[in-house]
Every structure is written in C-alpha cells, then in structure tokens.
C-alpha cells in the first residue's frame, strides 16, 4: 500500500525567505509524486507532478521539488516566500499503471503555510 | 474548457431531504472523481469512473450514490445523509485513470 507523510502541519515563514516543505512517500514501487494547493474554501490547484525522467521538476508560482529515489522523498521549495504563498499545502502520491494503486491519489495529511511580513 | 464545474456551491440539507451534486468537465477527460474533505482533514478517495463506468467504490455507505450520465458529467446523489457527512465534496477528473488530476472548486455540504 502507498502512503506519505508529510513533515510538519504548520510552517511559518518570513516574506522573501526560503519555503521548505516535506514529504515522503512509502511504495513498494516509484510512484507519481504531486503537489497541490489548496486556499480557504477553495478546490485544490495542481503545482507540479513527478511521472518519470527528470528528478527536479518546475511548477506553477516559483515552486519546485525534486524527487529522490534513495530517500523517499519529494520536498517542495520556493527561493523566496510570498504572502500570497500562504495557504495549504498537500503532497500526493499516485499508483502508476498495472499497479494495485493505479488510478487512487493517497494524499498526506497537509502542511498549512504561514507567510508574515 | 480546462477547469472543473462543480453546482451548487453550498448545499443545507435535512437529514431525510434528497439532494444531488453536480460535477461537469468539457476537456474530453475519461476518469472522473468523488472525494470527501472533512475540515483540517486531506481529501478522501470517494468513487472513481472510468469510461462512464464506476471502478472503484471505497466502501462507500449507500446513502451515497454516484452517476455518470455521459463522459462530461458526474454526478452524487445524496440521500438520508447524516450530519458527520458535512463536508466539503471535491470532484476531479483526468485524461485516463491514473494521470494528472484536475479539481472542481468544491461544493461545501451542511447536513442538518
């Protein structure tokens, strides 16, 4: 069965600072990897998705993650926080195909960011 | 068309009323989604179509009931809910099973 876990609910920041947030995955084969953002009272907007090939990948807003096999895990970065970055944060994992997964996004339970002034 | 439509945006519901949740998509997407979000929760794997059909039904309790009507509409009716099923109900769709998933903006359920 595939999981993740993702490494602190709440994480606060300064505007222009670095923006880290965790996430390991547990599969008994690579999985797809994504991160989605959700705002207050609001659907969940993709950011970026791992499938396969390159390792570090490039999404929406500044945002990026770069997977690592050897660690299970796929962290999200942002060089420099912005307030309107604040919101929550889930990182998921998706079963590829022939898999008993496939098809079912597991989601972690969620990181709120928290950008001050 | 790339986004997800999801009516009404709020629903108040009786616990013996019978209502229905609408989801549309019109980017040719086969796989279509139900998930539950309790607040402060990650959103929970309800039902999966595929090709118009159910695939997957996560042990669903009944008074849930999906429909896939054609390749562009899901829908969730709801019946003598109860009110630990106020949530809020995100639909998602995407190519084919298993490929990138696309989020309505939700409809938020109060069950009273």
Known sequence: AQSVTQLGSHVSVSEGALVLLRCNYSSSVPPYLFWYVQYPNQGLQLLLKYTTGATLVKGINGFEAEFKKSETSFHLTKPSAHMSDAAEYFCAVSGIAGGTSYGKLTFGQGTILTVHP | ?112
Not at chain 2, 16 to 43: D, I, V
Not at chain 2, 89 to 95: D, G, I, R, T
């Open chain 2, 1 to 112: 068309d790339t986004e997800v439509t999801q009516t009404p945006k709020h629903l108040v519901m009786g616990m013996t009323n019978k209502k229905s949740l609408k989801c549309e998509q019109h980017m040719g997407h086969r796989a279509m989604y139900w998930y539950k979000q309790k607040a402060k929760k990650p959103p929970e794997l309800m039902f999966v179509y595929s090709y118009e059909k159910l695939s997957i039904n996560e042990s669903v309790p009944s008074r849930f009931s999906p429909e896939c009507p054609n390749s562009s509409l899901l829908n969730l009716h709801l019946h003598a809910l109860q009110p630990e099923d106020s949530a809020l109900y995100l639909c998602a769709s995407s190519l084919q099973p298993g490929d990138t998933q696309y989020f309505g903006p939700g409809t938020r359920l109060t069950v009273l």
